[in-house]
């Protein structure tokens, strides 16, 4: 860490990833509840704006094609008692999703 008129210190590849892994579940998030990702904003704004003065901040690159809903075909193969783990799986949450919306 430095000192001087600029205090920087190198935060861990964990720490980081964190970050990243909270920016991308937000993302997918909004996407999930048909709301469009905003554009970055400057960081400048962020930093006038007086209800963040206080806050620690971090830029992180995040991979935007893992947010893509493309349609992609997929062939597997399973053993049937996995596949089956599967389709209960999804139909109990599709029950949940619904049971929410109500």
Do not use: Y
Not at 18 to 34: I, Q
Not at 60 to 67: A, P, Q
């Amino acid at each position: 860490m430095d000192s001087g008129p600029s205090v920087s210190s190198a935060i861990s590849a964990l720490e980081e990833a964190m970050v990243r892994d909270a920016a991308s579940g937000w993302m997918e998030g909004e996407l999930d509840d048909g709301r469009a990702i905003p554009l970055p904003s400057d960081i400048e704004n962020h930093l006038q704006n007086k209800d963040h003065q206080d806050c620690a901040w971090m830029l992180v690159d995040i991979d935007m094609s893992k947010l893509s809903d493309k349609t992609e075909r997929l062939n597997i193969c399973l053993p049937s008692r996995a596949l089956r783990r599967l389709d209960s799986l999804a139909a109990n949450l599709a029950k949940t999703i619904f049971s929410l919306k109500d």
